[in-house]
C-alpha cells in the first residue's frame, strides 16, 4: 500500500503560480510511476502530467505543457507539481496518483487550487 499526501493548494489570481507537493509513504520503490490530475468543476477527473520515481521520464497534458513542470525528490519521496502562469480553467481539486501497472491504484485526497480573474 501506499499512501499520498497532496498539499500547496489554495487561492491565486490568474497568471500567478503554485506549488503543489505529493508526499508518498508505504511501500514505496523506484517502480512507481506518480501522476497529478485535476478534477475542474463540472468536468470528469483528468491527466494532468507523470514522472517516473526511477528516471525521471516526465509526460504532460497538451492543455498545461510549457506552462506546468513536475518534478521529484526521491530523498523526500515528494513529487511537486509546479504551476505557473494559471488561468481560471486551472481551477480544481488536483489529485496525486501512484502506480506500478497501467492502472492508477492509488489516490490522494486532492488540494484545491482556485484561480480567480
Known amino acids: 500500500q501506499v499512501q499520498l499526501v497532496e498539499s500547496g493548494g489554495g487561492l491565486v489570481q490568474a497568471g500567478g503560480s503554485l506549488r503543489l507537493s505529493c508526499v508518498a509513504s508505504?511501500?514505496?520503490?523506484?517502480?512507481?510511476?506518480m501522476g497529478w490530475f485535476r478534477r475542474r468543476p463540472g468536468k470528469e477527473r483528468e491527466y494532468v502530467a507523470r514522472i517516473a520515481w526511477r528516471d525521471g521520464n516526465t509526460d504532460y497534458a497538451n492543455s498545461v505543457k510549457d506552462r506546468f513542470t513536475i518534478s521529484r525528490d526521491n530523498a523526500k519521496n515528494t513529487v511537486y507539481l509546479q504551476m505557473n502562469n494559471l488561468t481560471p480553467e486551472d481551477t480544481g481539486i488536483y489529485y496525486c496518483?501512484?502506480?506500478?501497472?497501467?492502472?492508477?491504484?492509488?489516490w490522494g485526497r486532492g488540494t484545491q487550487v482556485t484561480v480567480s480573474s
Open positions: 496518483a501512484a502506480r506500478t501497472t497501467p492502472v492508477w491504484s492509488f
Open positions: 508505504g511501500r514505496t520503490d523506484s517502480g512507481y510511476v
